[in-house]
T-cell receptor, first 116, second 112 residues
Framework: DAGVIQSPRHEVTEMGQEVTLRCKPI?????LFWYRQTMMRGLELLIY????????DSGMPEDRFSAKMPNASFSTLKIQPSEPRDSAVYFC??????????????FGSGTRLTVV | DQQVKQNSPSLSVQEGRISILNCDYT??????FLWYKKYPAEGPTFLIS?????DKNEDGRFTVFLNKSAKHLSLHIVPSQPGDSAVYFCAAKSQNTGKLIFGQGTTLQVKP
């Protein structure tokens, strides 16, 4: 398995533009998580899905952020309109089942977003 | 409210010595704790974990200690190697929600 695949790896956009981040989880995993990494807060959970259904989006910072999982092999995180404070590294992770196995989540390599 | 805290942003140790990374948490409903390691331009990767019913778990050079009364856990790396230089994240799972909550991370530098 190629692991969790995220695209793009880097994104530079102007303030006010729409940004879409993409994630392909590991085949067979039924839970998917979007995290944001910042210096101040480390890895923050934004939203997670179980069996393609959003379970908890309490970490989504504001209405400008939205996430979808139309099928078991694809998810998007959209920011519209983007702002400079959204600049961060966004990680997608997947796991099997609601409970952790001994190995926790498998993370993708992240998307580094820069909003200028 | 930061439920998982890593109060040391960075740590520098000499090769061959012990590295001790610390983590504090506030939520007594956490039932599982994990450490992840992250290299630049890569995603975090699982390192070691411990259940809340245990106080120690060892895997090679890595040992995690859990002190539930103090709501504190630590990761010991001995002996430290230059390849251990990375950002280490502490994470905790809530038995209520199943979510992993991460700390801010500690950057470890092991000097040759």
């Amino acid at each position: 398995d190629a692991g969790v695949i995220q695209s793009p790896r880097h994104e530079v956009t102007e303030m006010g533009q729409e940004v879409t981040l993409r994630c392909k989880p590991i085949s067979g995993h039924n839970s998917l998580f979007w995290y944001r990494q910042t210096m101040m807060r480390g890895l923050e959970l934004l939203i997670y899905f179980n069996n393609n259904v959003p379970i908890d989006d309490s970490g989504m910072p504001e209405d400008r952020f939205s996430a979808k999982m139309p099928n078991a092999s694809f998810s998007t995180l959209k920011i519209q309109p983007s702002e400079p404070r959204d600049s961060a590294v966004y990680f997608c992770a997947s796991s099997l089942g609601n409970s952790l196995n001994n190995y926790g989540y498998t993370f993708g390599s992240g998307t580094r977003l820069t909003v200028v | 409210d930061q439920q998982v805290k890593q109060n040391s942003p960075s740590l520098s140790v000499q090769e061959g010595r012990i590295s001790i990374l610390n983590c504090d948490y506030t939520n007594s409903m956490f039932d599982y704790f994990l450490w992840y390691k992250k290299y630049p331009a890569e995603g975090p990767t699982f390192l070691i974990s411990i259940s809340s019913i245990k106080d120690k778990n060892e895997d090679g050079r890595f040992t995690v200690f859990l002190n539930k009364s103090a709501k504190h856990l630590s990761l010991h790396i001995v002996p430290s190697q230059p390849g251990d230089s990375a950002v280490y994240f502490c994470a905790a799972k809530s038995q209520n929600t199943g979510k992993l909550i991460f700390g801010q991370g500690t950057t470890l530098q092991v000097k040759p």
